[in-house]
T-cell receptor
Framework: AQTVTQSQPEMSVQEAETVTLSCTYD???????LFWYKQPPSRQMILVIR??????QNATENRFSVNFQKAAKSFSLKISDSQLGDAAMYFC???????????FGTGTRLKVLA | GAVVSQHPSWVICKSGTSVKIECRSL??????MFWYRQFPKQSLMLMAT?????????EQGVEKDKFLINHASLTLSTLTVTSAHPEDSSFYIC????????????????FGPGTRLLVL
């Protein structure tokens, strides 16, 4: 069975600085999708970024980028120029290509310091 | 695009009563919707997957007779918590698989804002 591990329960970053959130996963599959979702205090889950495993190029969305290392089964999220609005819980999620179900990590709480 | 709504956002009920939560995809058709439960400071736990026009598939350990799921149309799924008890108090979140229209991606789930249930 697939598993997703987020080893950092909490992280802090100074406003305007860069922070990297870690995510590792375990799977025997070769075709899958990986996601980062943000859950602010409102608790609305917001898609941050998506990565298809078959793509070698790392996904980027404005200030958010990932470092996808398929062989190492690692999928970290880098947030550049951190803003106060980035403060939230961040969940890493895995999805097999053959199913639409997600497997979520336990989350990392990001604090942004002014 | 890809907006999912939930209603109500907050519900308080007495023990023994039933509560219905609606999940709607507002600008796209969702053949597949998901229901999650989230306890405070924890991750999302998948309860069931519902496909339009067919019975929901429940995850192991989830009581299907207690959590009734109906997906009668391509834009609406409902979760009914039957005979609710205080231990059912939680945050319930639905999501919908994108359809490839209205800016939604078919490989991605789009989440509703959640419903907080408190059973007294």
């Amino acid at each position: 069975a697939q598993t997703v591990t987020q080893s950092q329960p909490e992280m802090s970053v100074q406003e305007a600085e860069t922070v990297t959130l870690s995510c590792t996963y375990d799977t025997s599959e070769s075709d899958y999708y990986l996601f980062w979702y943000k859950q602010p205090p409102s608790r609305q889950m917001i898609l941050v970024i998506r990565q298809e495993a078959y793509k070698q190029q790392n996904a980027t969305e404005n200030r958010f980028s990932v470092n996808f290392q398929k062989a190492a089964k690692s999928f970290s999220l880098k947030i550049s120029d951190s803003q106060l609005g980035d403060a939230a819980m961040y969940f890493c999620a895995y999805r097999s290509a053959g199913t639409y179900k997600y497997i979520f990590g336990t989350g990392t709480r990001l604090k942004v310091l002014a | 695009g890809a907006v999912v709504s939930q209603h109500p956002s907050w519900v308080i009920c007495k023990s023994g009563t039933s509560v219905k939560i609606e999940c709607r995809s507002l600008d796209f058709q969702a053949t597949t919707m998901f229901w999650y439960r989230q306890f405070p400071k924890q991750s999302l736990m998948l309860m069931a997957t519902s496909n339009e026009g067919s019975k929901a598939t429940y995850e192991q350990g989830v009581e299907k007779d207690k959590f009734l799921i109906n997906h009668a149309s391509l834009t609406l799924s409902t979760l009914t918590v039957t005979s609710a008890h205080p231990e059912d108090s939680s945050f319930y979140i639905c999501s919908a698989r994108g359809s490839g229209t209205s800016g939604s991606n078919q490989e991605t789930q789009y989440f509703g804002p959640g419903t907080r249930l408190l059973v007294l």
